[in-house]
C-alpha cells in the first residue's frame, strides 16, 4: 500500500510558476511509475505527465510540453511537477498518482493504482 500526499498548489498569475510535490509513505516509489493527472470543475480527469520508475523516460500531454516538467527522487520518496509560464485553462485540482509498473505503460487515469488526495492550482488572469 503507498500513501501519497500531494503539496505545492495555490494561486499564482498568468505567466507564473509554481512546483507542486508528492510525497510517498508505505513502500518506496522505485517499484512505481508515477503520474500527475488535473480535474478542472466539469470535466474529466486528465492526463499531465509520467514518469517511469528511474526516471529515464518522460511523457507529457501535448497542452503541458516546453511548460511542465516531472522528475522523481526516489531517495526522497517524491516525485515533482515543475509548472512554468502558466496560463488561466492549467487551473485545476492536481492529483498525483501510482502505477504498479515498472514503465510508463499508460495515460489512462483507471490504470493507476494508487492516488492522493489532490492539491488546487488556480492561475489568474
Known amino acids: 500500500q503507498v500513501q501519497l500526499v500531494e503539496s505545492g498548489g495555490g494561486l499564482v498569475q498568468a505567466g507564473g510558476s509554481l512546483r507542486l510535490s508528492c510525497a510517498a509513505s508505505?513502500?518506496?516509489?522505485?517499484?512505481?511509475?508515477m503520474g500527475w493527472f488535473r480535474q478542472a470543475p466539469g470535466k474529466e480527469r486528465e492526463f499531465v505527465a509520467a514518469i517511469g520508475w528511474n526516471g529515464g523516460s518522460t511523457e507529457y500531454a501535448d497542452s503541458v510540453k516546453g511548460r511542465f516538467t516531472i522528475s522523481r527522487d526516489n531517495a526522497k520518496n517524491t516525485v515533482y511537477l515543475q509548472m512554468n509560464s502558466l496560463k488561466p485553462e492549467d487551473t485545476a485540482v492536481y492529483y498525483c498518482a501510482a502505477d504498479s509498473y515498472l514503465l510508463i505503460k499508460s495515460w489512462d487515469p483507471q490504470e493507476y493504482d494508487y492516488w492522493g488526495q489532490g492539491t488546487q492550482v488556480t492561475v489568474s488572469s
Open positions: 508505505g513502500r518506496t516509489l522505485r517499484s512505481y511509475a
